[in-house]
């Protein structure tokens, strides 16, 4: 799920959904088009997320994320800084034995070459955070003030096509859904460098790509996302839209990705993600997290518990029309079939500091 800030920045800045297509099932994936640019799609986000250990133990968790948000699409001819597109990107580490959290955020135009997405160079950046394409490989860079990292990312497995006949439905009606891809098992190495010191690191690397128009519905508050890749080779998405009544949306799903890469769709009926214990207040937005999960998939016989060591990963928006947002690293412990299970995941939890105001549209959107 990831519509995350970029909802509240869509219906701040008014575009008009009409000039967009929605998400409508039948849609044809080819790659490696299909891994850049929809323009025809209002709002599309690529979305890094890791679990890496250094060569002495130490344990990282990070985040790159690129958004393309559309606020005018009429096909007139442009000038070098006219807007068709806003290009956001978020980026953040967590230093997890050394219980640090950084995160930094970048809003920008294309302009002459700032920030974009180029399918013939495959690569999308935003200044010098970028990502870029070389056969099925993937590498990453970004600098901070802080911390910067440069990681070559090989996928374990193919794409993986989230939803149903080639849309993840999100609430009534279509078009109300995304188009949505993930690669679940990329194998990560490179090197990172935090306040001075170098690291030599490897793990688990997620990407999500979603493309979309619509929105949340005005009766959906926020989300929760969960990514795991368990130690057998397999992995799992789900995630829950929450409604302002406490309930969980019956268009909340999921997929399940066996050890040989076969996905098999979710539906809300198929699992339970509720948490089961310890919370985190956060003293900068007072929303109240929680940081402990259970997950049980009865079809596979997958009872899990997810916990972090790393309370604050919370990515506070810099503007008040950017939600706040806790995103962080987690550990997975539990069982399948039986059998004792371990792996690593990623959490993201939106709407906790206030519901997630779309603004009045008459044309929401959703991820």
């Known amino acids: 799920m990831k519509i995350r800030q970029l909802a509240a920045l869509l219906f701040a800045l008014q575009p008009v959904a009409a000039q967009y297509q929605t998400a409508l099932p039948g849609y044809h994936y080819e790659f490696p088009k299909d891994h850049f640019s929809h323009p025809d799609y209002q709002t599309e986000w690529w979305y890094f997320t890791g679990n890496l250990n250094a060569s002495d133990g130490h344990r990282f968790g990070f985040e790159l994320t690129f958004f393309r948000q559309g606020v005018d699409r009429d096909g007139k001819d442009r000038a070098t800084w006219d807007i068709q597109d806003i290009y956001l990107a978020h980026l953040a580490l967590s230093d997890i ?30 200044g010098n955070w970028n990502v870029s394409w070389e056969g099925t490989d993937m590498h990453l860079h970004a600098t901070d003030s802080r911390f910067s990292f440069s990681f070559t990312l090989h996928p374990e497995k193919p794409p993986v096509i989230h939803g149903e006949n080639g849309v993840s439905q999100k609430a009534e009606s279509p078009g109300k859904a995304s188009h949505y891809i993930s690669f679940t098992r990329l194998n990560t190495s490179g090197e990172m460098e935090v306040n001075k010191q170098v690291y030599h690191v490897a793990g688990l690397t997620w990407m999500d790509h979603e493309f979309f128009t ?19 080779d397999s992995e799992i998405m789900l995630y829950q839209i929450r409604q302002k009544n406490g309930s969980v949306d019956p268009h909340s799903s999921g997929t399940y990705i066996d050890a040989h890469g076969k996905s098999t769709s979710l539906r809300a009926s198929d699992f339970v993600l ?9 003293p900068l ?14 079809k596979f016989g997958i009872e899990l ?27 997975v412990r539990g069982q399948k079939t039986k059998e004792k299970l371990e792996g690593v995941g990623y959490l993201e939890m939106t709407g906790y500091d206030r519901p997630i105001d779309l603004g009045g549209s008459a044309e929401p959107v959703s991820r």
Do not use: C
């Open 274 to 282: 509720k948490p089961s214990g310890e919370t985190w207040k956060s």
């Open 285 to 298: 937005t007072s929303a109240t997290y929680p940081l402990q999960w259970k997950i049980s998939i009865p």
């Open 305 to 331: 518990e997810t916990r972090t060591d790393l309370k604050q990963q919370e990515i506070s928006g810099q503007s008040k029309i950017i939600p706040s947002y806790w995103e962080g690293a987690v550990r």
């Open 97 to 126: 034995d050394g219980n640090e959290f950084y995160h930094s955020e970048r809003m920008n135009r294309a302009g002459p070459g700032i920030a974009g997405v180029d399918a013939g160079h495959q690569k999308i950046w935003n």
């Open 214 to 232: 619509h929105a949340l519905e005005s009766n959906q508050v926020g989300w929760d996302w969960l990514s795991i890749e368990l130690a057998d």
